[in-house]
């Protein structure tokens, strides 16, 4: 086996799209090589909006830039999951020289809703199977979707699972940095945020951030979160007053690269000029090491 495998999810907004202006990857591609010199093995970016402008032109820029910054001979394998009717679908990278894919499933593939957005594969030294997914939960489908989402990922609570992405969602770990998102989004006239990130409470006669969906992974899935692995709270989004932890790496119980060596969440400034926000997400990476 090999010793480590690197993972990471950085929401770029809009992946880096303007209307008018299209892409321009060069702050990000900075950003992503101040912070890792060498990107992860397996790169989740949850809002790939527009990739496949002029024959998935976009994507292909991207991947290719990325794979300049791994090592002689290695890589990039790009996986894109477009959705209809959602405007930033998640796109996965997996380092080809590491990780063997053995199918991919598109959305709307006939193989059915709980495969989508899945690729199989096989990790080195590793017998089996084991199944990745780049996660974007979109906040505006609201909260019911993404019960039906966090309930669709049951099948792969007890096989070889690694999920990493935007979840637009808390938990109820101890360790989460706790924020009044009801009061400051009605404090800002977004009361349409209340239905992204909240559920309304019969208990507490209250709007409550709805922690359901990540406990549900968490408990009675078995998943674990690099974070709270980590015991690091640290937020991934960098709203003013209402900051979460919701950019994720998750795994299950059987997979093998279990055992957490690094796990950090930076902040833009950390990877250069900060004076224009690639995202209001930041990117957050991990090294993993094997059980044995």
């Not at 009061?183 to 208990?203: N, T």
């Amino acid at each position: 086996m090999s010793d480590a495998l690197t993972v990471g999810t950085f929401n770029i907004k809009s992946f880096t799209y303007r209307s008018g202006r299209g892409h321009d990857f060069g702050p990000a591609l900075h950003h992503i090589s101040r912070c890792t010199p060498s990107p992860p093995d397996v790169f989740s970016l949850p809002e790939a909006t527009h990739a496949d402008l002029d024959g998935h032109q976009p994507m292909w820029e991207f991947t290719n830039a990325l794979s300049d910054m791994l090592p002689d001979g290695e890589s990039y394998l790009p996986f894109w999951a477009p959705v209809e009717g959602r405007g930033n679908p998640p796109l996965l990278l997996l380092n080809a020289a590491k990780i063997r894919v053995r199918r991919w499933f598109p959305p709307h593939c006939r193989s059915g809703l709980f495969r989508w957005g899945f690729v199989e594969a096989e990790l080195p030294g590793i017998a089996g199977t084991t199944w990745i997914s780049a996660v974007h939960w979109q906040g505006g489908q609201g909260r019911a979707v993404f019960q039906q989402h966090a309930a669709a990922l049951a099948p792969y609570a007890a096989a070889s699972t690694l999920l990493l992405g935007d979840f637009n969602a808390t938990s109820s770990w101890a360790g989460e940095v706790q924020v009044d998102w009801p009061r400051q989004s009605i404090a800002r006239g977004e009361q349409y945020k209340l239905l992204q990130k909240c559920r309304w409470s019969e208990l507490a006669q209250d709007w409550v951030l709805d922690t359901r969906q990540i406990d549900l992974l968490r408990t009675t899935f078995g998943f674990w979160d690099a974070g709270e692995r980590a015991g690091d709270p640290t937020v991934t989004t960098h709203e003013q007053g209402s900051s979460l932890r919701i950019d994720r790496i998750m795994a299950s119980t059987g997979f093998p690269y279990s055992t957490l060596l690094d796990y950090r969440v930076f902040r833009e400034e950390e990877g250069g000029d900060d004076s224009a926000p690639l995202s209001d997400h930041r990117y957050v990476y991990a090294e993993l090491g094997s059980a044995s």
